[in-house]
């Protein structure tokens, strides 16, 4: 094995990763809401890619994978890059402006629910028992947060930031989709540097060009808000769920990231003094209970396909 490959990490050395991330990744929600105060949300999303494609360059030259893509992960690099790394990174802050950072969180981690109906119509996946449970729970739980007596559906601002939300959401499930089924020759640590850096390039000049950061506050706050943004929550957490993926079963990985939103109410509550109105609670609840039967789901399946090959 070449020091370029080494061997997976022990379970509890990857446990204590994956509860790192969760809580750095569930932590950084009323970060970034506060970070908005001192710079506009689609410089920010360009700041961070900037620094994390900086890190994860640096990290996958030191350890000799920093190589040019293959022809066939082109197209896929390019719509991670567009879609997962700018699209939702810059969506997420413009909703921030005008969500609160818990109910954000969780719209942004509907994505799964989005998934499978998309998954059904492209991919001609089965809709069983258990996943039109989970959809239809999640659904439910997207409609409480929706409800017409407590949400404010006269003010454009509410409107625009919960909209940008479940958009971000949507295009990252149309990204997973579309990359569900691809054959990847680059490993994922020689192609996030272009992931991120691809996310830089078009952040940067859309920022320049619809927003005003010569007013951008380079106050400490500030700067320590994108260092834990770039170099922790981006170039960190993405080598962080590498590892943890390559150690653990994927259906513990993908429930243990449920917990992200959870951990981003809690620290709204502590850092912002945020409180979740009942329908909120009550809506994360339902769409947590959904995301678990879909995750469930794949993973009942995934070994039914594994017994049935052996």
């Known amino acids: ?64 994978q920093l190589k040019w893509p293959h022809r066939e992960d082109w197209p896929v690099v390019v719509s991670v890059g ?4 700018a699209a939702f990174s810059a969506l997420v ?43 239809t729970l999640g659904l439910a739980g997207v409609l409480i947060l929706f409800n017409p007596l407590a949400f404010d559906w006269h003010d454009p601002q509410v409107l625009f930031g919960n909209g940008a939300l479940l958009l971000a959401a949507l295009l990252w499930a149309v990204l997973i989709v579309q990359v569900r089924g691809h054959r990847w020759r680059g490993t994922p640590l020689s192609l996030a540097p272009w992931q991120t850096g691809i996310a830089a390039l078009v952040l940067l000049p859309l920022s320049l060009a619809l927003e005003d950061v010569a007013h951008i506050r380079w106050e ?50 502590a850092m912002l003094g945020e409180t979740l109105p009942w329908n909120d609670l009550a809506g994360f609840v339902f769409i947590l209970i959904g995301l678990v ?10 070994r039914r396909g594994r017994k049935n090959r052996s």
Not at 82 to 85: A, G, I, V, W
């Open 1 to 64: 094995m070449s020091p370029s490959d080494p061997a997976p990490p022990s379970p509890r050395s990857a446990w204590a990763l994956l509860l790192f991330v969760v809580i750095l990744w569930g932590a950084n929600w009323p970060i970034m809401k506060y970070g908005l105060q001192y710079i506009p949300p689609i410089a920010f999303a360009a700041a961070r890619m900037v620094l994390g494609t900086a890190i994860l360059a640096a990290v996958a030259a030191w350890r000799g």
């Open 93 to 135: 802050n413009l909703g921030l402006q005008y969500v609160s950072a818990g109910r954000s969180a969780i719209l942004a981690y509907t994505t799964p629910l989005w998934v499978l109906p998309l998954a059904v119509w492209r991919l001609r996946e089965p809709l069983t028992r258990l996943r039109l449970l989970g959809v």
């Open 220 to 269: 400490a706050p500030l700067w320590a808000i994108l260092l834990y943004n770039g170099p922790i929550t981006t170039a960190f957490c993405f080598w962080a769920m590498i590892t943890v993926t390559r150690a653990l079963p994927a259906i513990t990985t993908s429930l243990a990231t449920l917990s992200v939103p959870l951990v981003g109410y809690l620290a709204s509550m």
């Open 293 to 302: 039967a879909a995750t469930l789901d794949d993973a009942l399946r995934h």
């Open 82 to 85: 567009l879609l997962q790394m």
